[in-house]
C-alpha cells in the first residue's frame, strides 16, 4: 500500500521559471516531511524538510508547502536551473524510524 | 564528519546465485541502518532497518536477508537470486527517532541474468 503519493512521474520546465512537484499522502500519522533530489546511478541526496507544525519552510531556492487538511505538500523550486534536472522524491514518517518514499518525479530543466 | 560506504557499486549474477551487499558507516556510533531497493521506473522500497547490533526488522517478505554483525556494519544477502531481485539497492543511516533525515549511499545496481 502506497501511503505516500507522487502522482507525475515527470516535469518539464524553462531554466527561469518555477517549478512545482507535488506530494499526497494518506497516513494521518505521519508528522515529518523531507523531500530528497536524486541523480543517475547515485544515492539520494537530502534537500529540505518539513515539520507537521508548519505549513512553509524556505531554504534558498527551494520552498516546501504543507497542506495538513488535504495531506498535500508541494515544492517549489524557483528560479529552476539546469542542475536541477534530477529525480526528486518525497519521504514521509510518523515517530518512528522509518521513511516512506513516493515514486518520484523527474525533473527536466530546458535551456 | 560522517560518511557511508556501500560495496560493490555494480554486480552482475546469474539467478540462483548468492548476494551480499556491504555498508559500512563512519564517524557515528550506533546509527539508524536501512537497506532500500529502488525497482526500475519505481520509488524507494524499503526491505530492512535496523537500531541495533543483531536487531533486524524486515519489512516486505522476500528471499533477501540483512545482518548486523557490527554497529556500523549492514549486509544484505540472498542465499539464491531471483531475476525480480535486480534493482538499484541503497543503504543509508541515519541518528535517532521521528526527525528521520536518512543519509543514503552511493548504491549498488544489481543485474540478475
Known amino acids: 500500500d502506497q501511503q505516500v503519493k507522487q502522482n507525475s512521474p515527470s516535469l518539464s520546465v524553462q531554466e527561469g521559471r518555477i517549478s512545482i512537484l507535488n506530494c499526497d499522502y494518506t497516513?494521518?500519522?505521519?508528522?515529518?516531511f523531507l523531500w530528497y533530489k536524486k541523480y543517475p546511478a547515485e544515492g539520494p541526496t537530502f534537500l529540505i524538510s518539513?515539520?507537521?507544525?508548519?505549513d512553509k519552510n524556505e531554504d534558498g531556492r527551494f520552498t516546501v508547502f504543507l497542506n495538513k487538511s488535504a495531506k498535500h505538500l508541494s515544492l517549489h523550486i524557483v528560479p529552476s536551473q539546469p542542475g536541477d534536472s534530477a529525480v526528486y522524491f518525497c519521504?514521509?514518517?510518523?515517530?518512528?524510524?522509518?521513511?516512506?518514499f513516493g515514486a518520484g518525479t523527474t525533473v527536466t530543466v530546458r535551456a | 564528519s560522517q560518511t557511508i560506504h556501500q560495496w560493490p557499486a555494480t554486480l552482475v549474477q546469474p539467478v540462483g546465485s548468492p548476494l551480499s551487499l556491504e555498508c559500512t558507516v563512519e564517524?557515528?556510533?550506533?546509527?539508524?541502518l536501512y537497506w532500500y531497493r529502488q525497482a526500475a521506473g519505481r520509488g524507494l522500497q524499503l526491505l530492512f532497518y535496523?537500531?541495533?547490533?543483531?536487531?533486524i526488522s524486515s519489512e516486505v517478505p522476500q528471499n533477501l536477508s540483512a545482518s548486523r554483525p557490527q554497529d556500523r556494519q549492514f549486509i544484505l544477502s540472498s542465499k539464491k537470486l531471483l531475476l525480480s531481485d535486480s534493482g538499484f539497492y541503497l543503504c543509508?543511516?541515519?541518528?535517532?527517532?521521528?526527525?528521520?533525515?536518512?543519509?543514503f549511499g552511493a548504491g549498488s545496481r544489481l543485474t540478475v541474468l
Open positions: 519521504a514521509a514518517s510518523s515517530n518512528d524510524y522509518k521513511l516512506s
Open positions: 543509508a543511516w541515519s541518528v535517532g527517532q521521528g526527525t528521520n533525515v536518512l543519509t
Open positions: 497516513n494521518s500519522m505521519f508528522d515529518y
Open positions: 535496523s537500531v541495533g547490533i543483531g536487531q
Open positions: 564517524g557515528t556510533s550506533n546509527p539508524n
Open positions: 518539513i515539520s507537521s507544525i508548519k
